[in-house]
T-cell receptor, first 111, second 113 residues
Framework: QKEVEQNSGPLSVPEGAIASLNCTYSDRGSQSFFWYRQYSGKSPELIMS????GDKEDGRFTAQLNKASQYVSLLIRDSQPSDSATYLC???????????FGAGTTVTVRA | DGGITQSPKYLFRKEGQNVTLSCEQNLNHDAMYWYRQDPGQGLRLIYYSQIVNDFQKGDIAEGYSVSREKKESFPLTVTSAQKNPTAFYLCASRTGARYSPLHFGNGTRLTVT
């Protein structure tokens, strides 16, 4: 079983809609979770970090963490064409110095 | 500005040649990492280093080698033993704190023919 699993894409949403991305992790002791955005041909860039249960908002992005369900999500409100990218979920398993990455979900925002 | 510099951006080599990818960071980060990404695929860890003069194999270390003689530098050598070296290579770093995020360089696209 992979440490981090993301919902398979691609995900297509109309401009202005909410894009919802989901991620589950297998190690219950994981404490840190990250969302990265990767444009085609570019390197990943960090957009959100979350460590505690609940919601964390940053602009149009909201990360949600539920440790009991081992579930992390990312909501993109008022989606824009510039949000079209692959989104990577990552976690840090306990006792490890490596991040575990999901395979990514590709989002396309159609105008 | 602090950041991670990977060079060159594009690299072309003939099959059978070793090639070294450069990665330098001025973020004062303790840990550095090398990932490989193939088209439409996720990130796969090649090697990582938590401190100077020490490094560990990742999931796909065969055919690769690294060194960590300085805190700022973590070069990756792709040897002729790597069967399918054509890929996008990403260097990353993070602080020594276990829960810190990774910061990525801009990547090197290697093509071997």
């Amino acid at each position: 079983q992979k440490e981090v699993e993301q919902n398979s894409g691609p995900l297509s949403v109309p401009e202005g809609a909410i894009a919802s991305l989901n991620c589950t992790y297998s190690d219950r002791g994981s404490q840190s979770f990250f969302w990265y955005r990767q444009y085609s041909g570019k390197s990943p860039e960090l957009i959100m970090s979350i460590y505690s249960n609940g919601d964390k908002e940053d602009g149009r992005f909201t990360a949600q963490l539920n440790k009991a369900s081992q579930y992390v999500s990312l909501l993109i409100r008022d989606s824009q064409p510039s949000d079209s990218a692959t989104y990577l979920c990552a976690s840090v398993p306990p006792g490890d110095y490596k991040l575990s990455f999901g395979a990514g979900t590709t989002v396309t925002v159609r105008a | 500005d602090g950041g991670i510099t990977q060079s060159p951006k594009y690299l072309f080599r003939k099959e059978g040649q070793n090639v070294t990818l450069s990665c330098e960071q001025n973020l004062n980060h303790d840990a550095m990492y090398w990932y490989r990404q193939d088209p439409g695929q996720g990130l796969r860890l090649i090697y990582y280093s938590q401190i100077v003069n020490d490094f560990q194999k990742g999931d796909i270390a065969e055919g690769y080698s690294v060194s960590r003689e300085k805190k700022e530098s973590f070069p990756l050598t792709v040897t002729s033993a790597q069967k399918n070296p054509t890929a996008f290579y990403l260097c990353a770093s993070r602080t020594g704190a276990r829960y810190s995020p990774l910061h990525f360089g801009n990547g090197t696209r290697l093509t071997v023919t």
